[in-house]
């Protein structure tokens, strides 16, 4: 079988942020399987080490490195040690992030402060970090994971949908600021996905059926689902293509 040039990523180097489960892994697991050498992030080292061990390890190009993105200095040198142990980073995927399903009317100053800084804070961190040295070198792909909710809202996610409605503006912001030194940023946005993090709403019958119902595929995505989206982004057959959220939801934003 061969692959078609524009599609081809053998050799690049990727780091995927959250990737110790759920969908970072599958990222990771499809940057593996397209040749990339890969570096895992989280913030538990053992659970890291374990979803290396998944993939391969350090012999199939998989690699670590345990940091808290929502830590400025501590991702300044988390990015300065993965560039000088594994080399330089040719494509980044900010994936970590957390979700908080509660009223705004409930919602606390600290539990705000901490979904913000997961899932938008830690973009611009680990982006910025990582641009610098992109730019220096005049190419790169960045990857932001945001949602079918940085488009639409119901109640009780509103903070959640406010950090990625917002991620997906960062988005376009770093394509526009990084754009001119060669490197393309875009965001794929899943719908529901089962992990840990959907695990509350797989386990409610009647929400796991409504998403079904409203889903025109009829079905709850799979990790899997996304990789292809990822692959396509970082690859040379998306070179003109920035600033982009490519939904990845089985159609149901289109029915929302
Ligand atoms: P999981 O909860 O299964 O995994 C989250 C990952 O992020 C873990 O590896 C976790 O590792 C890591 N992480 C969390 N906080 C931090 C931190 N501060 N620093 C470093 N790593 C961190 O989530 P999913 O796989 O479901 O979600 C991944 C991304 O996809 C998220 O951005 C989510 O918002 C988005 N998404 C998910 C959808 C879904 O249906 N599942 C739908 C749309 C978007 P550890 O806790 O060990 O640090």
Redesign the pocket.
Known sequence: MTTHPLFDITGRTALV??????????LARGLVEAGCTVVL????QQ??DK?AAELGGAEAGVHTA??????GPAVAAGIADVEERVGPLDILV??????NRAPLLEFTDEAWRQIV???LT?AFLVGRETARRMTARGHGKIVN?????SEVVRPGIAP?SA??GALKMLTKGMCADWGPYGIQVNGV??????????RP?VEDEQFSTWVRGRTPAGR??R?EDLIGALLYLASPAADFVSGQVLYVDGGMTSQL
């Not at 994971?145 to 909710?149: T, V």
């Open positions: 942020t959250g990737s110790s489960r759920g969908i970072g892994h599958a992030n989280g913030r538990d659970a890291l979803a345990a940091f808290d993105v929502t830590d900010n994936n970590a992030g957390m979700q800084d997961t899932n830690s994971i945001c949602s079918l909710q959640y950090t990625k946005g899943p719908g529901y996905i089962e992990t840990e993090l959907t709403l709850w995505g990790t």
